[in-house]
Nanobody, 121 residues
Framework: QVQLVESGGGLVQAGGSLRLSCAAS????????MGWYRQAPDKQRELVAL???????NYLDSVKGRFTISRDNAKNTVSLQMNSLKPEDTAVYYC???????????????WGQGTQVTVSS
């Protein structure tokens, strides 16, 4: 039982920056990793960045060096700082959390409703 609420999307010009935030509530103690996915029109959803419970990060190659994912445990949030934005970054961005109640339990995915990021040229 995890609820995710995204914020921070909007319209920005190419080269600009945005910071997305995702607030998690519910059974946050069993979350093993959180990440950001995005889906552009007529494209499949792709992983942009993730961060694990032990703070290991992973990034999509095309955003590496431009985006930074971070976690604020005190606020139960995960953020995605996006710099040097390009029109190809335009998509709906979704926060994702993976919950594993125990080491022998199945993993469960939870999703936010998405926030639109539009980068104009």
């Amino acid at each position: 039982q995890v609820q995710l609420v995204e914020s921070g999307g909007g319209l920005v010009q190419a080269g600009g920056s945005l910071r997305l935030s995702c607030a998690a509530s519910g059974d946050i103690f069993s979350i093993v990793k959180m990440g950001w996915y995005r889906q552009a029109p007529d494209k499949q959803r792709e992983l942009v960045a993730l961060i694990t419970s032990d703070s290991i990060t992973n990034y999509l190659d095309s955003v590496k060096g431009r985006f930074t994912i971070s976690r604020d445990n005190a606020k139960n949030t995960v953020s995605l700082q996006m710099n040097s934005l390009k029109p190809e970054d335009t998509a709906v961005y979704y926060c994702n959390a993976v919950r594993r109640p125990s080491r022998l339990a199945k993993e469960y995915d939870y999703w936010g409703q998405g926030t639109q990021v539009t980068v104009s040229s």
